[in-house]
């Protein structure tokens, strides 16, 4: 099982960055893909970022790649998301995941592919 509890979220304005972080608990986190989501008012979860279990591959989202950078320290067990150049379209309730899948067997993308959540994290961003 895992325990996530994302940090960092805040109101900023158009242009700036944030490090969000993700701190896990649970023998298995190590074990297990990661990403990131989020859900604007009105809208659906939408996948942002993807990191694999031991920090090799990355996916992203269209709307951030190049802007968002995912990574994780196993050690600390930990995740995070570096949004930089940020938009009023990236505010949302940032959400931690955790795959059902251990190790490569995390499915892909999609919301219903993780099994563990955190509370998610506000980030606000003023034009």
């Known amino acids: 099982q895992v325990q996530l509890v994302e940090s960092g979220g805040g109101l900023v304005q158009a242009g700036d960055s944030l490090r969000l972080s993700c701190a896990a608990s649970?023998?298995?986190?190590?074990?297990?893909?990661m990403g990131w989501f989020r859900q604007a008012p009105g809208k659906e979860r939408e996948f942002v970022a993807l990191v694999t279990w031991a920090g090799g591959n990355t996916y992203y989202a269209d709307s951030v790649k190049g802007r968002f950078t995912i990574s994780r320290d196993n050690a600390k067990n930990t995740v995070y998301l570096q949004m930089n150049s940020l938009k009023p379209d990236d505010t949302a309730v940032y959400y931690c995941?955790?795959?059902?899948?251990?190790?490569?067997?995390?499915?892909?993308?999609?919301?219903?592919?993780?099994?563990?959540w955190g509370q998610g994290t506000q980030v606000t961003v003023s034009s």
């Open positions: 649970g023998d298995t986190f190590r074990t297990r893909a």
């Open positions: 995941a955790a795959a059902r899948g251990l190790y490569g067997n995390y499915g892909g993308s999609a919301p219903s592919n993780f099994g563990y």
